[in-house]
């Protein structure tokens, strides 16, 4: 049985949540303070944590960090009511594997949970993607181009690896925010181009083209 932690202070919230995990099937632990999240987070305990932003005694951000420069590869997914670009983004350039702004329906909680768990189990079956000298070791979230060894976010790295498994092939922003973010953004939204930019930077120009009105594709 999949164990989940859920680190929210609202009882109200964790409470919600926790009834309706048990119910479909997976094992809860709630943690209403930050330091406390942090602490079972690292235990290896849980296979995903649900963490809310605003903690008393350390917020979301800083345990993610914690968590993510510790090598913690522990899905994450972060409950919060700052949904602006910019909190969405740093969430997610932390290492946040999603984002679920308050109020949230539990069925696309749910959801999105699922989203992650069957990821993780279908990355188990490959070791390593390649495209021309570009190299994703999926087990140690390793990026090389050329041999040298490139550092990439959580996020970049998942960006990458959508990228790769569909070589050739013209993504749209829709469809890349649904794939790699897990869930449908704001239409309006520029965190896929965003993101598109920093994987130019770091794996080098001419590989992903832009397909004008279309989306991308990686040559």
């Known amino acids: 049985m999949a164990s989940i932690l859920i680190a929210e202070d609202e009882a109200r919230i964790s409470g919600f949540v926790e009834k309706g995990l048990r ?42 960090e914690h968590l993510r420069g510790g090598g913690s590869r522990l899905p994450v ?27 949230f329906r539990f069925d696309e909680l749910l959801a999105r949970i699922r989203l992650r768990m069957r990821k993780d189990d279908d990355t188990g079956a490959l070791a390593a993607l390649t495209h021309r000298d570009v190299t994703l070791d999926i087990r140690t979230r390793e990026a090389r181009v050329g041999g040298n060894r490139v550092e ?9 690896e959508e990228f790769i498994r569909n070589a050739g092939q013209v993504l749209s922003r829709e469809q890349l925010l649904s794939r790699v973010w897990g869930y449908d953004f704001d239409p309006g939204s520029n965190v896929a181009d965003v993101y598109v930019g920093y994987l130019r930077q770091k794996l080098g120009p001419g590989r992903i083209e832009t397909v004008r009105g279309v989306g991308y594709r990686l040559t």
């Open 152 to 160: 990439l976010s959580a996020r970049e790295f998942a960006l990458a």
């Open 23 to 64: 119910a479909a099937g997976f094992a809860t632990r709630v943690a209403a303070t930050g330091p406390l999240a942090l602490e079972l987070a690292q235990t290896d305990e849980f296979d995903l944590l649900v963490l809310d932003v605003n903690l008393p005694g350390m917020d979301g951000f800083t345990i993610l």
């Open 77 to 103: 997914i972060m409950l919060t009511a700052r949904v602006e670009v910019q909190d969405t983004v740093a969430g997610l350039e932390g290492g946040a594997d999603d984002y679920l702004g308050k109020p």
